[in-house]
Every structure is written in structure tokens, then in C-alpha cells.
């Protein structure tokens, strides 16, 4: 390793990738938003979400837009990828390559690949990151709340280890596909069948490759934590004493970032250098390119490349830290509402009278309840169209009418208890004056107008006693037309877009995984709430009350009452740099 530190294409690809990843991050990343916040603001709504499956696969708009903004961000990591296959082959051959080599040749490979169409098929496999990821992207995150519905069921859990097993065996006879499509100039599928045939006959070895690297990267990234626990450390003892200025914490944050970035460039380089070693051991009878497309020199445009990505890293990162100190600063005393999710349901059945008088007994400042609308336009509670998950019987309820619905009993599976259905005009009459409540309308099949209809008839004389959320932005829209006094939230599991600063929208139930600092700072300087579901455990309850959230939908009331009251709960400032530190870890 340390003789490799003296070799000058080595030296030039790291450069290289610290400067691709600037760019990514400074140029790349920021253009890409601005460019499909243009598309979007032709739209009807000027911004894009995924209400339900169903929906979405009937959209061929959603779904073009997720597969252009998916392949563009595959097309940008597979010229990282690009650039390691490439640099990797002129440090065995002993060429010495410059930086700009890198990019042109990088470049020149992927443009000459991607002019045949079934080349398009590695975007493929680099979305799923199979059989590697690079820092610019790991891959597709399956959401929390998705993996806990998938794994709740005997069907899921198979369903789940079946894929994981396929991705693990992907990984393991794919692990040569990047080399022999880049250096042996094949196309995908023969590429593929390569990888496979040779990969067959080094099981073992490509298996033992994969646990070296795996054991490599998490020596950095153990590196990387006691690097971050010294900053954490210094930025403490300074603390201690007096108070850091804003530019201080600053360079705190800036150097925190700088570590993350060099250490992603070492994980790359360990990753695609220990694939590359094995590539090129168990491909001796292989036609490996020893080709490099001529480049112009151009050194002085490349120096002012260079200074142009530092300066604007180094202006980007000290407005945004800038922006999110005074943010900060704003919510240190903020006492975020506790929303008891489908009610309180430690000791009751989800959206019953039961579980909401259990709410208020815990002390919960709203309630979440959900709502869909049966065959008589009874509005009643109910999470789910179809009844088989609670009642075990396939009906569904908008084809039913109440009558017909109150003949079926909830069977809560913990303790094999029944309970009634109940509609929404009798939990208002229950529980006026003790508790707010957050009903989130489930629009089915087209009826989000009708739904919003009949649920303002019940609430229009209690506008500050409830609000109103929703993943359809059709029904909320019909609310805020019919009673413009009603509040009303618009609920985020994917989105994308301007969202923030919907004139129908008051507040924003936005799921755990994908709310973040500067997402919440947009949605509050438009006046807006920000709710975050579905927090139940300890740290994701002080993470949310750590960005300043205005409340928090849970499962755990009394531990999220526990901790707000808490020394946990009275979050300060200093924590919220070291909690902005830590998340630099992943």
C-alpha cells in the first residue's frame, strides 16, 4: 500500500475522485434538482409523490420521471466506475495517467458503450448495486416502514430472504462485469456470461475477495468514527469553556465533511482494487485493453477546474452550515406535539374508541386516525380498504354499507379481543375536548372528492379541534376549498419537487427515512408544520426532536412523553453539532 502511495496514476485517480465527488456534490447534485424542479413545475402540482403503489404503476409520468432520474444518477456512478476499471489496468500495464486521462478516457468509454441500446442493461445493475457501490451512490434503500410491512408476514419474510440470497449470488458470479465490459469491450449480456463462466470455477476465491474487501473498508470506516469521536472531542473542550463562534463550528462541520468524502474515496479505491487484482489473476487468457485515447494537454484549464470545485465546496458548505446554525438556534425551547399513531395501541386495536380514550389517558396531544368511506357514504375508521388483515374476511368496505360493515368484528391477534367498528361522527361527539385529532383521509378508487366532502360535513364547526392529512393532494385540495379554516397536511413517503410551498398544504407528515435538516428549514420559513411518522423507537424519537420538528407520529407515547421531558428531550445546541457530526458516520 504504501509503495502504491509513490505511483503517480495512483495519486491522480485519488485526486480525481475527490474532485469528481466536489463536483457531484457542488455542480452535479444541485443542477440535477433545479433541472427536474423545472420539469415538475409543469406538472399540475409542481412537485412529484407516490400516494400507492397502485397509483403509481398507472402513472406512466411518475414512473418515466423516477426511470430518468434513477438512469442519471446510474450514468453518473458508472463513470466513477469508469474511472477505477480504467486506472486500475494502467497501473498493472505501469503507464502513468493524469487526471484529465482519467476523465477523457472515462468519458470516451461510457459514450462509446452506451451507443448500443442493450449496453442500457448495466444501468440495471448499477441502481441495485450488484455487484458494488461507490460513494456517489450505495445502492437502492428499501424505507423502514416498507421492510417492516414485507417482513410481518410469513410470505415477506421468504419473499425478502429469496431476493437477498439472489443479490448475494449476483454479487459473487458478477463480481468481473465492470472489467470485462469496460476492458474487454463486450456487450452486457456477454459480459455477463463471462463473469459467470469464470466466476464458477473461483467460487471460493471470489468469495474470499469479497470478505478481504469487506474487512478492509470496515478498518476505514473504523478509522473514520475515531477520527470523527477526536473532532467531537476538540469541539467539546471548546465548548466547555466558551462559546464557539458560528465560523468555528463551521470548520468543525467542513472538516467533519472532508473526512467523510476521503474516506469514501479509500473505500472505493479498496474495493475496486481488490476486485481488479483477482480480475486480472484469473484473466491471463483474456484481451485486456491496453488502449488510452489521446488527450490534449490542458493543464492550466485543470487548475482552474480545481480551484473553482474547492471555492465553491468551501462556499456551499459554509451557506448551508451557515443556514442550518441559525436554524439551530431557532427551535432550542421547541416542544414538539405527541401524536398517537391509529390511536394508542400498546393495550388496544388500531383506530377504535378504545385506543383513542387509551390516547387520552396517556397524555397525547393528538390522535391519528384514518378514514375511508363506505357504500352509503358513512365515513368511518379504518386503516385498511379490504378487511382480511383484521377481520380476516376479504370484503371491502366501500362496498359496503355501515350497517352491513358494524356485522363485522376487529379481532386484535395479540389477545384474540373484538372490537366494533366505529364511525367518524360518533369519535368526534366522544372525544370533543380531549383530545385534537389528525384524520387522514384513504381516498379508493377515485373518490378523494367525495371523501374530503363528507369528512367536512362532520368537521366544519371544529376547525382548531382537528386537522386533516392525506397522500391523495386532490382530496386535501377539495378540503381547504370547502372550509379554508381547516388545516390540512399533506403525508410523504417519496417525493420530490417544491413541495413546501403548496398555498393548499399547512402542514407536512413526512416519513422518517427521508426527512431531513434543510427539508424541515424549507418547510418552516413557508409557515408550515413538519410531522414526522412513524418514530417508535428511542433514538428515532430523539433524532426527530433533535431536527426540530413540530411533532412526532408514534406507537410509544409514554416513551416519547418519557424522553421530551427528559434531559434527552431539552436537546442543546452543541448536541445538535455533534448529532450533525455523527450522521457523517453512515
Known amino acids: 500500500m504504501f509503495k502504491l502511495l509513490k505511483n503517480r496514476s495512483f495519486q491522480n485517480l485519488l485526486i480525481f475522485d475527490l474532485l469528481y465527488q466536489l463536483a457531484f456534490i457542488v455542480i452535479l447534485l444541485p443542477f440535477s434538482k433545479e433541472f427536474f424542479n423545472f420539469v415538475l413545475r409543469l406538472t399540475k402540482f409542481g412537485f412529484f409523490s407516490i400516494e400507492s403503489p397502485s397509483l403509481f404503476v398507472k402513472s406512466p409520468t411518475k414512473i418515466g420521471i423516477i426511470l430518468i432520474v434513477t438512469f442519471s444518477f446510474a450514468i453518473i456512478k458508472l463513470f466513477e466506475v469508469s474511472s477505477f476499471v480504467f486506472t486500475a489496468n494502467q497501473i498493472r500495464l505501469g503507464n502513468k495517467v493524469s487526471i484529465l486521462e482519467i476523465f477523457n478516457n472515462s468519458y470516451k468509454q461510457i459514450k462509446s458503450k452506451l ?46 430472504a429469496l431476493i437477498t440470497f439472489i443479490a448475494i449470488v449476483l454479487s459473487i458470479f458478477l463480481l468481473f462485469i465492470y472489467h470485462i465490459f469496460f476492458l474487454e469491450n463486450k456487450n452486457f449480456i456477454e459480459s455477463a456470461k463471462i463473469s459467470f463462466k469464470r466466476l464458477r470455477k473461483n467460487k471460493l476465491k471470489s468469495i474470499k475477495t469479497l470478505i478481504i474487501v469487506a474487512i478492509k473498508n470496515l478498518i476505514v470506516q ?33 472538516i467533519a465533511t472532508l473526512l467523510k ?29 491496453e488502449s488510452i485515447y489521446p488527450t490534449n494537454k490542458m493543464r492550466l484549464k485543470m487548475s482552474l477546474v480545481m480551484l473553482f470545485l474547492v471555492f465553491a465546496g468551501i462556499f456551499s458548505k459554509y451557506r448551508n452550515s451557515s443556514e442550518e446554525i441559525k436554524f439551530y438556534h431557532a427551535f432550542r425551547n421547541l416542544k414538539p406535539d405527541i401524536i398517537a ?23 397525547a396531544e393528538f390522535a391519528e386516525i384514518d378514514v375511508v368511506l363506505t357504500k352509503d357514504n358513512v365515513v368511518v375508521l379504518s386503516h385498511d380498504h379490504n378487511l382480511k388483515r383484521l377481520t380476516g374476511k376479504k370484503e371491502i368496505i366501500e362496498n359496503l354499507t355501515f350497517e352491513e360493515l358494524k356485522k363485522y368484528k376487529l379481532i386484535d391477534k395479540r389477545n384474540s379481543k373484538e372490537y366494533n367498528f366505529v364511525d367518524l361522527k360518533t369519535v368526534l361527539e366522544k372525544t370533543s ?7 387522514e383521509l384513504k381516498p379508493f378508487r377515485n373518490n378523494d372528492k367525495k371523501l374530503a366532502q363528507e369528512v367536512v360535513k362532520l368537521i366544519k364547526d371544529k376547525p382548531y379541534d382537528v386537522i386533516v392529512s392525506s397522500l391523495s393532494p386532490k382530496a386535501l385540495r377539495e378540503v381547504k376549498d370547502l372550509e379554508p379554516s381547516i388545516s390540512t397536511g399533506l403525508i410523504l413517503a417519496f417525493s420530490y419537487g417544491k413541495f413546501y410551498n ?8 413526512i416519513e422518517k427515512e427521508i426527512v431531513t435538516n434543510e427539508l424541515i428549514r424549507k418547510i418552516q420559513k413557508n409557515g408550515k408544520r413538519v410531522y414526522v411518522w412513524t418514530t417508535n423507537t428511542n433514538d428515532d424519537i430523539i433524532n426527530a426532536y433533535s431536527k426540530g420538528v413540530d411533532g412526532i407520529i408514534t406507537d410509544e407515547v409514554t416513551l416519547s412523553k418519557e424522553i421530551l421531558e427528559s434531559e434527552k ?18
Do not use: W
Open 502 to 509: 403548496l398555498k393548499f398544504i399547512d402542514f407536512f407528515c
Open 115 to 160: 451507443k448500443k441500446v442493450q449496453n442500457y442493461l448495466i444501468l440495471i445493475m448499477v441502481t441495485i448495486n450488484i455487484p458494488i457501490s461507490t460513494s456517489i451512490h450505495k445502492g437502492i434503500k428499501i424505507p423502514t416502514f416498507i421492510t417492516e410491512h414485507i417482513l410481518s408476514t410469513h410470505t415477506g419474510i421468504i419473499l425478502f
Open 222 to 254: 473504523f478509522f473514520k468514527i475515531l477520527s470523527l469521536i477526536s473532532i467531537i472531542s476538540i469541539f467539546y473542550m471548546q465548548t466547555s469553556n466558551k462559546t464557539l463562534s458560528n465560523m468555528g463550528i463551521i470548520t468543525y462541520m467542513c
Open 261 to 289: 468524502i476521503f474516506t469514501n474515496v479509500l473505500s472505493n479505491y479498496i474495493t475496486f482494487s481488490g476486485i481488479s487484482k483477482f480480475y486480472f489473476r484469473t484473466s491471463l487468457d483474456a484481451e485486456i485493453s
Open 569 to 586: 428531550g431539552n436537546i442543546n445546541f452543541d448536541d445538535l453539532i455533534i448529532n450533525k457530526i455523527i450522521s457523517l458516520i453512515p
Open 433 to 439: 375536548g380531549k383530545i385534537k385529532l389528525n384524520i
Open 341 to 363: 399513531h391509529r390511536g394508542s395501541t400498546k393495550n388496544s386495536l388500531e383506530n377504535t374508541l378504545e385506543s383513542l380514550n387509551e390516547a387520552i389517558k396517556l397524555g
